[in-house]
Nanobody, 112 residues
Framework: QVRLVESGGGWVQAGGSLRLSCAASGTIFSINDMDWYRQAPGKKRELVARITSSGSENYADSVKGRFTISRDNAKNTAYLQMNSLKPEDTAVYYC??????WGQGTTVTVSS
């Protein structure tokens, strides 16, 4: 059974940092691209960052320079390091193993 388990969400003050993790099991993690999406209340889910199977990274303009996506294929885990957080980053964050499965989501709340 393929599973994605997210962790690392929480509450933080503006300017703070959080690191999200997404651990995969039951699949060959290394051959898939991994995305992080987020969905704020009342808004559409949006792509935040992507890391390809070869390690290329892409970011939404709104998070460039503040967020860093990475992956550790030996641990079947992807990460999203979020620095200089802003209240507008408040959302439920989802990892997505492209073409395979979505994570359950983890909530990030940034207070001003």
């Amino acid at each position: 059974q393929v599973r994605l388990v997210e962790s690392g969400g929480g509450w933080v003050q503006a300017g703070g940092s959080l690191r999200l993790s997404c651990a995969a099991s039951g699949t060959i993690f290394s051959i898939n691209d991994m995305d992080w999406y987020r969905q704020a209340p009342g808004k559409k889910r949006e792509l935040v960052a992507r890391i390809t199977s070869s390690g290329s990274e892409n970011y939404a303009d709104s998070v460039k320079g503040r967020f860093t996506i990475s992956r550790d294929n030996a641990k079947n885990t992807a990460y999203l390091q979020m620095n200089s957080l802003k209240p507008e980053d408040t959302a439920v964050y989802y990892c997505y193993l492209r073409g395979v499965l979505w994570g359950q989501g983890t909530t990030v709340t940034v207070s001003s």
